[in-house]
């Protein structure tokens, strides 16, 4: 059994490495994919290469690369963890939580969901976190299982649409919600979602989280920086787009739900620092 780290980042300079840090005892092999960052990241993506050997990284503005990574997994005794540049783990947890995919652990289903806090605000100082916990809010599921597959091709984004195939018994709803077996403290998969913090130099002063391709409709950009339109191989949400042509902010209606919390963050930033 193996468990592989996933990640396509853009302009995710203030926390990439603690992301990766943090998972890195977690995974068997990481794969960060930079998809042509204008701030620092591909820079410290490539240090901290040299410093984990489980690591590979490269660049690409093609986000569908990031996926064709991870296809040959499909039918093999893998996890494959899907992380992005504003999701802190608990290392700890996550530890724990290795033990048990070993021990066999989940093994029935294709998808672990688990409790996450989407973040308005981070004091690392102090180590509190404030957001909204999921649930109420919508939770984000980032731990596939790849034994439940046949195979899993042409997905525009790593994890996300494309070609699935799935061995006799599994389907996309074959997943187990953590969230309604444990508590916030007692998740192993719990993840601090940085999704209204500013994470990067090129991000505005007046941070309100970013919007994503079905939203914006926005441009790849190629190495040398010039524009070139997306071509999705997947039908954007229906919901998003709606939400977007209303003028509305879909993370903020998702995503900020509930009463507004704040968490002990110090398990998520006690590892991840610079060495």
């Known amino acids: 059994m193996r468990i592989v780290g996933l990640l396509l980042v853009r302009n995710e300079e203030r926390f990439v490495e603690r992301v990766i840090r943090n998972v890195a005892g977690f995974c068997d092999e990481i794969y960060a994919v930079d998809h042509v960052s204008d701030d620092s990241t591909w820079e410290i993506l490539r240090s901290l290469s040299g410093d984990l050997p489980h690591l590979q990284v490269l660049r ?51 998808r672990v969901k688990a409790h996450v806090l989407n973040c308005d605000h981070l004091d690392e100082g102090a180590g509190i976190a404030s957001g909204w916990l999921a649930p109420p809010s919508r939770p984000i599921t980032k731990l596939f299982n790849f034994a439940c597959l046949e195979s899993w091709t042409d997905s525009p984004d790593p994890l996300q649409a494309g070609r699935v195939v799935f061995k006799p018994g599994f389907h996309w709803e074959s997943r187990r919600d953590l969230a309604s077996e444990t508590t916030w403290e007692t998740d192993p998969l719990r993840c601090l979602h940085l999704c209204f913090v500013r994470r990067s130099s090129c991000d505005p002063e007046t941070f309100l989280g970013r919007r994503n391709l079905d939203e914006t409709r926005e441009f790849d950009r190629s190495l040398l920086g010039k524009a070139k339109r997306v071509i999705r191989r997947s039908r954007p949400a229906p919901h998003i787009v709606a939400l977007a042509q209303q003028g509305r902010n879909w993370k903020r209606e998702w995503y900020a739900r509930g009463d507004r919390v704040r968490v002990d963050a110090r398990p998520f930033l006690s590892q991840g620092q610079h060495p």
């Open 60 to 110: 690409s503005p093609n986000s569908a690369r990031a996926h064709r990574l991870v296809e040959r997994f499909a039918g093999t005794e893998t996890w494959v963890l899907g992380v992005d540049g504003d999701e802190l783990y608990d290392p700890l947890g996550l530890a724990q939580l290795r033990g048990a995919l070993i021990d066999g652990a989940h093994g029935d289903v294709f």
